[in-house]
């Protein structure tokens, strides 16, 4: 079943947002079973999506809420911790990354093949059974 095509139709996850926009990191939710949590980070990114497209019609070109959110500011993942689903909605903070402008040397740098992971180390011993 697809998911609805109103704005009206997520408070839970208007709420959510808010939630997190007045805290200091953001918030999780907690499911039993990963489905509803999948199905509630769904709903998230769906409302977000409806939230851009309402900013769109509302507002006039050159605002800088047209066609945005502010939820954008907002990652959403879901997490196992062995017990329960969780569902994070994180305020996106400043990449603490090193980076440089293009240069000559490196605007078109080469395709180089990513290491290859050895599957058989990464298994533990095959069991060998006596008896």
């Known amino acids: 079943m ?6 009206h139709a997520y408070p839970q996850e208007l709420d959510a947002f808010e939630r997190a926009a ?10 039993a079973q990963e489905g509803p949590a999948r199905h509630f980070i769904s709903r998230l990114h769906r409302m977000r999506a409806l939230h ?6 509302a507002l006039e070109p050159g605002h800088p809420l047209y066609g945005r959110s502010e939820f954008d500011l907002f990652t959403c993942f879901v997490r196992f911790d062995g017990e329960k689903w969780w569902v994070y909605i994180r305020k996106i903070e400043g990449l603490d990354v090193e980076y440089e402008e293009l240069t000559e040397e490196t605007y078109d740098p080469p395709k180089l093949e990513p290491p290859r992971i050895d599957m ?6 095959p069991k060998v059974f006596r008896r």
């Open 22 to 31: 007045a805290s200091e990191k953001g918030i999780r939710y907690s499911f």
């Open 2 to 7: 697809s998911l609805p095509t109103s704005l």
């Open 52 to 57: 851009r497209k309402a900013n769109s019609e």
């Open 120 to 125: 058989q180390q990464l298994l533990p011993p």
